[in-house]
């Protein structure tokens, strides 16, 4: 967290647009408060953020005082502030300072931001500026999230342009929005995403106006529709900000615990309502011959034995040696998820276990059937019960004695008839494969 809020204005010019200038409020984590005060070392994902129809950025002081201290940079352009703004035009803006902010901080060195903007992004906005962070993320790739409040339905239409946003996006409608009511707007935005992972989250008993700060304008035309808000405008923003910083975390700064409370908060808080597309499930591996496959992700990280694999980072592998194989998978972050485990066992003899005498008795068995060894030295062994795929099923500690024969019984009685592996492997490494038929 960081105490301290930094504030600078700044007005860029895009050159692909006739050098349109963009005037900007940025604030950042600073040290201390105060105006182009120095940024906090270390490097931050950037948020632009788009303002209401004829309202000011300052209205939403009560999102830049709940990001930044999470530790973002959080943009508000001040442009098509007037009574007839040019959608596209403000959608065009949003996008720009994402990639201005990060150039700047990349090339410029005298720039209040070198040095502190990393790759990760959010666009966002409130009513206007929600519908226009459609059309700024309209196939858009080159940011990483976006989260709309009250988002009112542009000309170009934000409906139209959701079908081109494939950034995972958060929606968040008021209950009671006579505005730019939920059914009309935020509900067809949502459904028309083509974002891999969505969600909506509906403020029960919020309004339109309640997601910023008092503006007369945004609250004169709340005033001349119905229904209103039966929340205040603490507990709209309370809930608005428990949802989006938690959306964030996840998305900008790899906070893998926060997704779960992301989905805990959806299906469980009282105050909202909500649902939620991100197919990301554990990936699945099977095994197939002598190569392991994963079910389709974004990302692959191979592991034996609890140890990452060097190279081992595409949906399919082909093991090298016996041993216990999954997979970590990832999403739209780096935040892994991991699969079920196979235990790879290679048929026949590997590494012939040093003992004078292994007998297996009866073979065929029914029910339960005798592993008899005599070791050559005293030495830990492991005795498993494999199926011939390599799930194994049971397991056995035991000892090799010099000279000594000693046995183990293995219990049967459960399993269905068929054939399967016993694994006999010692703790310097020796194994022997013995096969079982279990009628």
Sequence with gaps: ?????????????????????????IYYPAATNGDDVPVSAGTYPVIVFGHGFVMVWSAYQN??????????????????????????DFGADLAYLVGKLQSESATNMSSLFYGHVNSRS????HSMGGGSSFLAAAGNTSITTMISLAAANTNPSSITAAAQVSVPSLVIAGEFDCVAPPAQHQVPMYDS??????????????????????NFNCSFGEGT???????????QQDATQDMAILWLAYYLKDDCQAWTRFGDSLSQSGR???????????????????????????????????????????????????????????????CPVTS????????????????????????????????????????????SLHTLTGRCLQTTQARLAAGQMRRTI???HTLPAGAYLIVLQTASGQQQVLKLIHE
């Design 1 to 25: 967290m960081y105490a301290a809020i930094g504030h600078t204005q700044i007005t860029y010019t895009d050159p692909a647009r006739a050098n349109r200038a963009i005037q900007t409020e």
């Design 63 to 88: 999102i830049w005082e709940a990001l930044v201290p999470q530790g973002y940079i959080v943009a508000f352009p001040r442009t098509e502030g007037n009574i007839s703004p040019n959608h596209a």
């Design 122 to 125: 959010a666009i966002m906005g």
């Design 193 to 214: 995403l083509a974002s891999a992972c969505k969600a909506y989250v509906q403020i029960d008993g919020g309004g339109h106006c309640f997601f910023a700060e008092t």
């Design 225 to 235: 529709c119905s229904p209103n808000p039966t929340i205040s405008r603490i507990e």
């Design 272 to 334: 909202i309502t909500g649902q939620m597309s991100c197919p990301m499930p554990a990936p699945v591996i099977s095994q197939n011959a002598n190569q392991l496959t994963s079910t389709t992700a974004t990302t692959y990280q191979w592991f034996l034995n609890g140890q990452p694999i060097a190279g081992a980072t595409s949906q399919n592998y082909t093991p090298t040696q016996n041993g216990q194989y999954y997979v970590q998978t990832t999403y739209s972050n780096n």
């Design 340 to 383: 079920n485990t196979i235990n790879w066992l290679s048929t026949g003899i590997t590494q012939p276990l040093d003992a004078q005498l292994i007998n297996v008795y009866p073979n065929p068995a029914a029910g339960e059937c005798t592993v008899e060894y005599t070791g050559l030295r005293d030495e830990a062994l492991t005795i």
């Design 410 to 412: 293995l219990d049967l």
